[in-house]
T-cell receptor
Framework: DGGITQSPKYLFRKEGQNVTLSCEQN?????MYWYRQDPGQGLRLIYY???????QKGDIAEGYSVSREKKESFPLTVTSAQKNPTAFYLC????????????FGPGTRLTVT | AQKVTQAQTEISVVEKEDVTLDCVYE???????LFWYKQPPSGELVFLIR??????QNEISGRYSWNFQKSTSSFNFTITASQVVDSAVYFC?????????????FGAGTRLAVHP
């Protein structure tokens, strides 16, 4: 079955540590996205990538980094510079830069203490 | 600036009631798309519908229907004869074409609880 996988579902880290969230898709989609979800605030865009080796900052990119070395993979690193990293992180993909429908993975809930 | 407002934070209904979720948007674009997504307790967002700005026909899909009114910048979602499985958070989203890239602007979501 085609889809988006994110691992792990739950992640716990100590403050000051960097952590990388995985996102893989086998939909053959060109575009991929990372969102952050906090209670009552909807989804906010962190980074997006329209093609391999290209990515753009979204609305809240500070404290995060990404890479896009392969079409199917778009990992997100939450660095120690991110002041409030505890959140639910969702990865999404869309067919290409001209397609608006985005399809989402199951998400990773990150807790930093 | 592009903006999506879902004024209803939480709605609680009893099974079989009809329920309408409101969505109001602001955009500077003449061509745009509107979306609804469902987020069940598992967390994954499920795509429900896309509507483009030139098509104001209402859409019905089973118990779901959508009312798009450009004059009032609204794109409301109605569930007829609600069921417990409809319990979820529902997000309305608006497209934005910015710097050569497509983005979605999400509302804050409406949490729907359907009780037996």
């Amino acid at each position: 079955d085609g889809g988006i996988t994110q691992s792990p579902k739950y992640l716990f880290r100590k403050e000051g540590q960097n952590v990388t969230l995985s996102c893989e898709q086998n939909l053959n989609h060109d575009a991929m996205y990372w969102y952050r979800q906090d209670p009552g605030q909807g989804l906010r865009l962190i980074y997006y990538s329209q093609i391999v080796n290209d990515f753009q900052k979204g609305d809240i990119a500070e404290g995060y980094s990404v890479s896009r070395e392969k079409k199917e993979s778009f990992p997100l690193t939450v660095t120690s510079a991110q002041k409030n990293p505890t959140a639910f992180y969702l990865c999404a993909s869309s067919k290409d830069r001209g397609t608006y429908e985005q399809y989402f993975g199951p998400g990773t809930r990150l807790t930093v203490t | 600036a592009q903006k999506v407002t879902q004024a209803q934070t939480e709605i609680s209904v009893v099974e079989k009631e009809d329920v309408t979720l409101d969505c109001v948007y602001e955009t500077r674009d003449t061509t745009y798309y509107l979306f609804w997504y469902k987020q069940p307790p598992s967390g994954e967002l499920v795509f429900l519908i896309r509507r483009n700005s030139f098509d104001e026909q209402n859409e019905i899909s089973g118990r779901y229907s959508w009312n798009f009114q450009k004059s009032t910048s609204s794109f409301n979602f109605t569930i007829t004869a609600s069921q417990v499985v409809d319990s979820a958070v529902y997000f309305c989203a608006l497209s934005e074409f910015f710097g050569g890239y497509n983005k979605l602007i999400f509302g804050a979501g409406t949490r729907l609880a359907v009780h037996p």
